[in-house]
């Protein structure tokens, strides 16, 4: 089966930075677009930002993860972008009619055998699969965040994926080193997030309604089942701003989730979006949690 060795991936936020980061780091030419030079700022600084964790989680040295660099460019030329690639990976915002104008320029720019994928935790495969012009080779890649460590790639096909091609993604995902996840048919959440989702919205609850306060919700978590992060911890991890789009796409008329929604927005308009602005739900680099008294107070 042919490797893919060149790759595009759509969108330079925090998954789609680490998407590009890691497949580079495991030896694919890889491009990253976006769709402004401000946005592509941030992705180089979110991209160098990893070093850190690579050289503590995977003892990568700095000669290893500047190879990793040098494999990676950055452009807002989709055309260019897409001229000579074998996969795109999609990682846009969390919105379904930019994702339906997005597919449908890409079936016009890219190559007749370029693979798409979509990194997308709240949409299928059908939903834009003949946006794409090729349902064949079309299909879902989910990533967790933290990808270098939390690796496991959700594979999701739709009823016209080729299984060749669903087999192609399943070997991708294992050259990037990630353990592929292998749906036997779509389903929103994946796995991952069908389990995930209400939890977090559970505990959302219990905050936006003020019947306690999200180091407390944390707290009774971690002493109660022995786990290393409390729901809140997680929202950090994640990015307030993803959870809150999924949660507004996909239960925004949930009158339980209302205030929770709100006090969410609150905290995105003050740039307290978790660990990638230095503070969400809790303070970075030395997270409240993280405290060895953090469960005696």
Known sequence: MKSLATVTVAGGGVLGS??????????????????????????????????????????ASDEQFDAGLERLSYTTDLASALADVDLVIEAIVENRSIKHDFYQNLAKLAPERTIFISNS????????????????RFLNLHFANQIWK???????????TSPKVYQQIVQFAREIGMVPIELKKEQPG?????????????????WGEDIVDPQTVDKTWMIASGAPVGPFAIFDMIGLRTHYNIVKEQEGDNPKLQSFLRKMKERIEEHRVGIESGEGFYHYPNPEYADPDFLKS
């Open 190 to 206: 994946y796995v991952l997030n069908t389990i995930l989702i209400p939890w977090l919205n559970a505990a959302g609850y219990l």
């Open 150 to 160: 939390m690796n496991t790639a959700e594979v999701m096909g739709s009823p016209k």
């Open 18 to 59: 680490q998407i590009a980061y890691q497949s580079a780091f495991k030896g694919k030419s890889v491009t990253i677009y976006d769709i402004s030079n401000e946005a592509l700022k941030q992705a180089k600084q979110r991209v160098n930002a990893l070093r850190d964790s690579y050289k503590r989680d995977l003892q």
């Open 121 to 136: 935790s709240t949409y299928l495969p059908s939903d834009f699969m003949e946006d794409t012009g090729r349902p064949d």
